[in-house]
């Protein structure tokens, strides 16, 4: 009798331990969709508008997490490796590598100023391409595509002299270059006798012109193009290069890379007009190369 009465108090005991907890769910329940529905009539939408809003802000949210997290990883992946960029820059001349390493490491583009003369185009219109386009191209396969920007510009068949007496020049300060690759405009020059201390201060104008309002552009100097069987012309070339190393610029003698002179295998790159064909001016890109990217 007495395992029955103790059965009995055991079985009523849950029991009653089940019908509360059934009944404090059901409490928590009804605060809860009370809740809900204070809060989607202060919001003027009814209680299954407001689930639905949940559910699609929570979704939002997630994307937004997601997108986050994708940036975060892209600029990751774009911070340029340090090692690498040590590399590259290496042999190069230090206030060039600086500002290399400067662009590259903030994620920006180098970009790169080019002036010079006739000889730095497709003077003939042959469909080649000028030295300028393949040097930015080999800089973009070494560095990352997008890492340097080309600007051309060409004063044709002008000397130093007529660019700087007739102002032609003044429209080089609108520019935001990090380097200017300055032609001397020797063989212009050459050819109407522009020579000497003028051209040197004519120079030394344009470039004043190009920094006028970019005084961090580093300015390289480099001469035209050698021409075949010529004496007076490599002197004033060779004056040039002394102009250049007296007044601190960086000069690129790319002669070194052609034929001689006086060698016949010099007319393989160039024209009947003394401009460079494709060989020339793929020549002339492998020359200035190595004061861009370390070989």
Known sequence: MQRITLLIVVVLTGVTVLVGRLYYQDQLQATADQAHEQLAASAGIDAEELEVQDDEEADEAAVVLEEAAEEENELEESAYDEEKLEQLTSELPNSIADRITERLSAGEAVRVLTVGTRSSTDAEDEGLTPWPELLEEELNEAYGEGTFQFTNVSFGGFTTEEIVEQNRHDDLADNEADIL??????????LAVVTGDDAHEQIDAIAEAATADNSDLITVLHPSPPAYETSIYPEQVADFADFAEEEGYVYINHWEAWP????????DYVTEERMPNQDGHTLWAEA????????
């Open 181 to 190: 690759l300055l032609e001397g405009f020797n063989w212009n020059n050459n």
């Open 288 to 295: 200035i190369r190595p004061y861009l990217v370390t070989q």
């Open 260 to 267: 001689d002179l006086d060698d016949e295998e010099l007319l």
